[in-house]
């Protein structure tokens, strides 16, 4: 599956932006849709993820009350809605699937399809 990721961009800190991650493969294969990040010097890190119905959702602490992950069957394409963004929240956003019904949310060796990521810069 080809995932295409874009929403990304120069925010200043407090600003929102809204993630797009499309995917080639009918959702119905697509059990878990996630978003994960990695800045320079660090490691990848989950951001956020999603049942396939929707029902289910799962964010790391440091988004908690600030991203809020979404998906839309219909259009294979899942969303993060990113409000007051912090220069810590600076990264390459790189979006991922699972093909499979079993495995974790939160860990990317549970994803077997990714994106080619989106940059968010933010400025303080």
């Known amino acids: 599956v080809q995932l295409q990721a874009s929403g990304g961009g120069l925010v200043q800190v407090g600003g929102s932006l809204r993630l797009s991650c499309e995917a080639s493969?009918?959702?119905?294969?697509?059990?878990?849709m996630g978003w994960f990040r990695q800045a320079p010097g660090k490691e990848r890190e989950f951001v956020a993820a999603?049942?396939?119905?929707?029902?289910?959702?799962f964010y790391a602490d440091s988004v908690k009350g600030r991203f809020t992950i979404s998906r839309d069957n219909a259009k294979n394409t899942a969303y993060l809605q990113m409000n007051n963004l912090t220069p810590e929240d600076a990264a390459v956003y790189l979006c991922?699937?699972?093909?499979?019904?079993?495995?974790?949310?939160?860990?990317?060796?549970?994803?077997?399809?990714w994106g080619q990521g989106t940059l968010v810069t933010v400025s303080s």
């Open positions: 991922a699937t699972r093909s499979y019904y079993s495995g974790s949310y939160y860990s990317a060796e549970d994803f077997d399809s």
């Open positions: 493969r009918r959702t119905r294969n697509n059990y878990a």
């Open positions: 999603i049942s396939y119905s929707g029902k289910d959702t």
